[in-house]
Every structure is written in C-alpha cells, then in structure tokens.
C-alpha cells in the first residue's frame, strides 16, 4: 500500500464521530462573516447597514486577483460592518447579519436532481471555471486558496492529472469522511469537473485504508470510469499535505518553493472542494455552507454538522451537550495543525473543518525540557528540514541564516512537535522564523 517517503508520524486516531450522520445545525441567531476567508486580499462589501439579504446575496467582492467573494448564508438585514476575532486571534473586518427567516435567493437549484457533464455539454472549461470563481469556492482542506488560480496552472507548467485528497490524516476529523459516505456521486461529478476544467484525463482519489467504507464505495462507483482511479494509502500523518499526497499518489516529489504540485503534472484538490464545485457549476450555489466535525473526548455527544458560515463555534457545542467541566482548550481544526481559540464566538468560515475541544491533560503542554539531540524531529519531519536547527534559528533571529536553510519549506505540520520527547515548541518557533522570513522575502522582491 503506498504511502509518501520521507518523515510521518502516527498519531492516536480518535475519529469519534466517524459513524454518526451529519445534520444540519441550527440558523444562528445572528451571522458573522469575516472578510479574510482565503488566502490573499480580504474581499470587499458591497452591502450596507440595514440591507436586506438572502441566502447566497453577494456581501463582499474579491478584493484582487488573489481573493474570493463572500456571500450570506442567511437571509436578514445587515446589522453592521465592524471587526471581529477570528480563528488567528487577530480582529479582523467582518459582515454582521440579523437572521430573519430562511429565504434564499432563486437562481440556486435547490433539488436533489443529480447534474451530470453529460447532461450540459455547454460547460466549457472556461465556462467551469468562472462559475467557480463566481461563488467564491477556495480550498475547503488547508489555507483556503481561491480554487480558481489551481484551476489556471502558469503557462511553464501542465497539468497532467488531478488528485483528490480525501486523506483526512488529521486525529478526531471526520468531516470529509462523512461527505464522502452521504455524497459521493456529487464528489464524482466535481472530479469531472475539475478534469474537464484543466483539460486532463486522469484523476486519482487518495484515501487512507482507515476509512475502508469509503474505499468500498468510491470503488464500486467508479468500476466502469477507469480515468478516475481509487488508491487505497497507509496511515500516516500528514499525508494530507500537497506535496506527501502527490508523493503517495503518483510517485512524484514536488520540489521546493516556490515549486507547487502542478509542476510535475498535478492539480491537488480537497474532497470538500470537489463537492463545493459541483455545487458551484451545476447548482449555481455560492459557497455559503460546509461539512463540520464537532468532537472532543468530553465532548458529551461528538457529532458531525452541515453549518451555516457565520455560525458561533459556541453553538455547535452546545448541540453536542456543550463545553465540558474543567480545563480545556479548544481548537478550530485538529490537534495537530488546528489553531488554538481566544474566544468561543469565532464563526464558522469556509476553511473551518472542524470544531476539537481538548480536555485535561490533552488541553495541557508539558514543560519543555533541553534539547537531547535525539533527532527524532529530523525523522517525522516530511520536508526534509531539521526542526530542532530552525527553532533554534528562530529563537536568536537569525533570519539569513533561516532562509538559507529553507524555512520557507515547512508546511507547519507540527510533526517535529509531536515526536519530541523534551516537549519543546518547535513548531511555535519555526511558525515564527516563517512568517518573518517570508516577509523579508517579499519586501525584498517589492524593490525589485
């Protein structure tokens, strides 16, 4: 069975909520919705105070060629245009909707009417990708690039094939498995899609053998499409990364930055975004919803949920019995590279996967102690790098000297962290030598 080549770790599974069907969580009361949901420049409001909306109304235009638009997925008035915290920590410009009622806008096919490529032989991929880039569909497994720019490679690379990752590696996420159980005709199709939309003829679908169910299904479904192939892969974190997906998938090692997948022939795509395609293209609906995994060890009743973006991560809690007794710590993501919460109000946005909430000891770091030398970090970790060195960099602020050293390479995994056995935070350093560096990077490349 394969699997990428260099570095992993195996951490405790913990899918809780891997057999309990999704359900549709509860409109909130009130909508909030950051407006820096992607990578690139935050979009721009087009709304104003005391607006009517509906369900998929444009509040927000991409805001340059690296942005996505935002729209509601409430209907109400809007209550005000202000700041909120987000899933950073940082106070970030954001919409405020007063929910009132569920009206959505007519032009969203709301039937369970399967849409097939046969079925609209109009769709160019031109035409796939500006419906795309219309509703606003990033990538709904990791950063939350605009979908559109994957799906228009640099004319010095060709794509060859497209690679869904529907890995989920990450412990306690179960989020995509349960999309891929209730919808995976509709995932088909927006693998078609994509192939049509970057004009290749050969997809694969990546899913680790803890989810055998999955594997079952897609296979049975995709018996007589011998373009789309179904490739069992061992367990192993992070194997949802780009680069160990294509590694895993197709025997192909993507180089370094600024080197990307497509450079060796492959456009990598979540399985949640293949679904938000199909939605996109053949549904005319926005991305205003998604698949999330509420879970936790205490959490009472651990659960999977289609939310509303906008919606409180309080609320999804408390539709699984709410925050447990005593110390926690709770996290948008997984324990591994989910992002630690200030506040229990940060809404739901589209790269929001899942909602953990870590409990007692598990919510607790250990005291670091001196580094052994033990090289354990070097062994996980699936770039190549030598944490402990970057850390240590980091620490002394020896920017140069990190950059020589490809600190730009880390995908932030937290593998480093996880192996190390004097529980130091090497992944909180590195994550600080990045952003630096790649600051430096960019100024240096703006006098130019």
Known sequence: MRTFRIGGVHPEEN?????????????????????????????????????????????????????????????????????????TGYRKPAIYINVEGDEWEESIDRSDKLETLADHPELTPEEIINRVKVAGVTGMGGAGFPTFIKLTPPPTAKATCVIINAVECEPYITSDYRLMMEHADEIIVGIDLLMKAVKVNEGYIGIECNKPKAIELFQQKLANRPE?????????????????????????????????????????????????VYEAVMKHKPLFERYVTVTGKKIARPGNFLVRMGTPMIQLIDACGGMPEGDNKLLAGGPMMGKALTSVEVPVC????????????????????????????????????EPYLLAKLSDKSEWDRLEKEMITSCIECGSCQFTCPAHRPLLDNIRIGKTTVMGIIRARSAKK
């Open 15 to 87: 899918k809780l909520s891997a057999e309990v069907a999704t359900v549709a969580a509860e409109l909130p009361k009130q909508a909030v919705f950051p407006l820096s949901q992607h990578i690139g420049a935050p979009a721009k409001p087009v709304v104003e105070r005391g607006q009517v909306v509906k369900v998929g109304t444009l509040l927000a235009e991409a805001g340059g060629f690296v942005s996505a638009p935002i729209y509601s997925s409430v209907s109400g008035k809007v209550a005000k245009i202000d700041t909120v915290v987000d899933a």
């Open 228 to 276: 789309i192939k179904v490739v069992p892969l061992q367990k192993r974190y992070p194997q949802g990364g780009e680069k160990q997906l294509v590694d895993a998938v197709i025997s192909r090692q993507v180089p370094a930055p600024p080197a990307i997948p497509v450079n060796v022939g492959a456009v990598v795509q979540n399985v949640g975004t293949a679904f938000a």
């Open 350 to 385: 589209k790269g929001t996967n899942s909602v953990t909430v870590l409990s007692g000891d598990d919510a607790k770091r250990k005291e670091p102690q001196p580094c052994i030398r033990c090289a354990k970090c070097v062994s996980a970790c699936p770039m190549g790098l």
